[in-house]
């Protein structure tokens, strides 16, 4: 629909889209591939040089979303992993592109239709959303940062 790098992201997404359906463990990530390996808590803190209590915290960090970044890349390459970190779209760009192009242009024919309602000139439904529908169209290719002030 835009450019290479668009296009380029809009695959990438393809590709992630399954990592949405992947529940998290109830205990976190961290816990779940460590118990996996049937690593303790003073395994991992040794490998990282923590205590075990600051392991203990970590796990509750990870499950209430406190951890930062920087920790979970540190520990999962304590226990031989991969750190993955993504935003995923709930839909593609481009239906999130043309889902918030279609609000913009209702907004804006809803002004020009009370306008056209006070001088009698309304239009029809049929028109109303071919209009709507050009207009999002026009909007996408104008400029997508309009699209969301």
Same mark, same amino acid.
């Given at each position: 629909?835009?450019?290479?790098?668009?296009?380029?992201?809009?695959? %990438?997404?393809?590709? %992630?889209?399954?990592?949405?359906?992947?529940?998290?463990? =109830?205990?976190?990530?961290? &816990?779940?591939? &460590?118990?996996?390996?049937?690593?303790?808590? @003073? /395994?991992?803190?040794? &490998?990282?040089?923590?205590? +075990?209590? &600051?392991?203990?915290?970590?796990?509750?960090?990870?499950?209430?979303?406190?951890?930062?970044?920087? +920790?979970? @890349? @540190?520990?999962?390459?304590?226990?031989?992993?991969?750190?993955?970190?993504?935003?995923?779209?709930?839909?593609?760009?481009?239906?999130?592109?043309?889902?918030?192009?279609?609000?913009?242009?209702?907004?804006?024919?809803?002004?020009?239709?009370?306008?056209?309602?006070?001088?009698?000139?309304?239009?029809?439904?049929? =028109?109303? /959303?071919?209009?709507?529908? /050009?207009?999002?169209?026009?909007?996408?290719?104008?400029?997508?940062?309009?699209?969301?002030?």
């Amino acid at each position: 629909m835009f450019n290479l790098a668009y296009r380029q992201l809009s695959e %990438l997404f393809e590709k %992630l889209a399954a990592v949405k359906a992947v529940p998290l463990p =109830a205990k976190g990530w961290v &816990r779940a591939i &460590r118990d996996g390996l049937g690593m303790s808590r @003073r /395994q991992l803190a040794e &490998r990282l040089g923590l205590s +075990t209590s &600051r392991i203990q915290r970590l796990e509750q960090d990870e499950t209430t979303g406190a951890v930062t970044i920087k +920790t979970l @890349r @540190r520990t999962a390459e304590a226990m031989d992993c991969v750190f993955v970190y993504a935003i995923v779209p709930r839909t593609s760009l481009d239906d999130t592109l043309q889902k918030q192009a279609k609000y913009k242009a209702k907004q804006h024919l809803q002004n020009i239709s009370h306008s056209m309602s006070l001088e009698e000139q309304t239009l029809e439904n049929k =028109a109303n /959303q071919s209009m709507l529908d /050009q207009l999002a169209e026009q909007m996408i290719k104008k400029s997508k940062h309009q699209l969301w002030d």
